[in-house]
């Protein structure tokens, strides 16, 4: 016997009986984005590597253990299955110049690719949604972000999300960070880790965000950004929390939060809950006002953040969140020859009335049939026999509510089950 061939270990399908939570999400995330003025961007899932070596940084977890890296035979070149997607759009944006017709508020949805340990909530191909706004300089464009989490949680219905904040500061300030952070584990060299030691020689600011439970004491001993941060940037920081103050959103500065990726700056933020165990970053971001110089453009400011899809909606279904499930408006039952003929054509008629409609395939009895009418979820049944055929008229039998079966044309078969979709 043939083996059947399993999908890859963390790139998980997506089934008919789960698609509809996704379909929710993403129509819901849609609308929203749409009501605060962003466009749509779609990106390659495959660029150059050195975009990605330049970006995020050549000694980060990312680009040293988890790309999915491969040269192009023909020409010759290294490629890589995306990672993260601001990197991709920043490049998308300065190759097709869209600075020089102003700032630009841009999203953009699908997968992205890690090499790491399948688990709940961490995936290899896993489904982001990033926000992306470049040529906005002042703390209004961070606020604006953190207060459309805000009314995204709420307009799903989640619970038990909350807002920590940072800043990271600017680059002199985090020279001085990393000079102090140096002499510090320095100091205590023989109570790191293989991994910490090795970091201590190329990004000592990624040691602050060891998962080592042994290395948390040393961790939380170690010289705070906030001690060497500028003037400007300290000022960024504070309008930021007046801004989400006035807006009433509840958050924690947490001194200790380290973005993953290099080319962050200033404000950075996270979306975290307790109800997802180890994987409880559901959306996080921040500034990258350096990256769009360090690929090539000019100087730019720009602020972003993504959203791990799979985490939301594993928090949607644990608070509980009721999602609609799409369902036909009309199952087409129909049996005979000239019905049979006549069924497909009212299948399109009643579609270009408004109604969503599945024709029956496959023959067998009305009773047959009217089984797997009920069993679709349809709001009513549309029947058609030879009877019904010859005199160009439809039985029409709810099956969602009580009523009688009636008999009417085209139009008013369609008007009676529109008055049963609503209500």
Same mark, same amino acid.
């Given at each position: 016997m043939t083996r059947i061939i399993q999908a890859i *270990?963390?790139?998980? #399908? &997506?089934? %008919?009986?789960?698609? !509809?939570?996704? #379909? $929710? $999400?993403?129509? /819901? &995330?849609?609308?929203w984005l749409r009501s605060y003025g962003y466009r749509s961007l779609r990106l390659p899932l495959v660029e150059r590597t050195e975009l990605f070596v330049r970006s995020i940084g050549e000694v980060t977890d990312i680009v040293e253990k988890e790309m999915y890296t491969f040269v192009d035979q023909l020409n010759n070149?290294?490629?890589?299955?995306? %990672?993260?997607? /601001?990197?991709?759009?920043v490049r998308a944006v300065l190759e097709h110049n869209l600075?020089?017709?102003?700032?630009?508020?841009? =999203?953009? /949805?699908?997968?992205? $690719? *890690? !090499?790491e340990r399948p688990q709940k909530g961490r995936y290899r191909q896993f489904y982001q949604v990033g926000v992306e706004a470049m040529g906005f300089s002042g703390p209004d464009i961070d606020a604006e972000h953190i207060v459309m989490g805000t009314r995204l949680w709420a307009r799903l219905g989640l619970r038990d999300v909350e807002l920590e904040i940072s800043t990271l500061g600017g680059a002199e300030a985090r020279a001085r960070h990393r000079a102090r952070l &140096?002499? =510090? $584990?320095?100091? !205590?060299?023989?109570?790191?880790?293989a991994d910490s030691r090795r970091r +201590?020689? /190329?990004? %000592?600011?990624?040691?602050? #965000?060891?998962?080592?439970?042994?290395?948390?004491?040393? &961790?939380?001993?170690? %010289?705070? +950004?906030?001690e060497d941060l500028d003037e400007d940037s300290l000022r960024h920081f504070e309008e930021l929390q007046g801004m989400l103050r006035a807006h009433n959103i509840a958050f924690r500065v947490n001194p200790r939060l380290v973005r993953g990726l290099d080319y962050y700056n200033r404000t950075v933020f996270e979306w975290v809950t307790t109800r997802l165990g180890a994987q409880g970053t559901v959306c996080a971001g921040g500034r990258y006002d350096g990256l769009?110089?360090?690929?090539?453009g000019k100087p730019s400011p720009a602020c972003g953040f993504a959203m791990g899809v799979e985490r939301l909606l594993a928090l949607m279904q644990d608070s509980g969140v009721p999602v609609p499930v799409v369902v036909p408006d009309v199952y087409l039952v129909h049996q005979g020859a000239a019905a049979d003929a006549w069924a497909p054509r009212v299948g399109d008629e009643l579609r270009q009335l408004g109604l969503a409609v599945v024709v029956h395939c496959g023959g067998g009895s009305f009773k047959a049939q009217m089984k797997k009418a009920d069993a679709s979820g349809a709001l009513a049944a549309v029947i058609i026999g030879d009877d019904e055929a010859n005199a160009r008229q439809l039985s029409v039998k709810a099956l969602r509510v009580l009523g009688e079966q009636a008999r009417a044309g085209l139009k008013e078969a369609a008007d009676l089950v529109k008055a049963m979709r609503n209500g």
């Open positions: *270990r963390g790139m998980n #399908d &997506v089934l %008919p009986t789960e698609a !509809h939570l996704w #379909d $929710f $999400f993403e129509d /819901t &995330v849609r609308d070149e290294s490629l890589t299955l995306r %990672p993260e997607g /601001t990197a991709s759009c600075l020089y017709q102003g700032p630009q508020r841009l =999203y953009y /949805t699908g997968p992205m $690719f *890690r !090499h &140096v002499q =510090y $584990f320095e100091r !205590h060299r023989g109570d790191l880790d +201590l020689e /190329t990004n %000592p600011l990624r040691i602050l #965000d060891s998962k080592n439970p042994a290395m948390q004491g040393l &961790v939380e001993g170690a %010289p705070k +950004l906030m769009v110089e360090q690929l090539g």
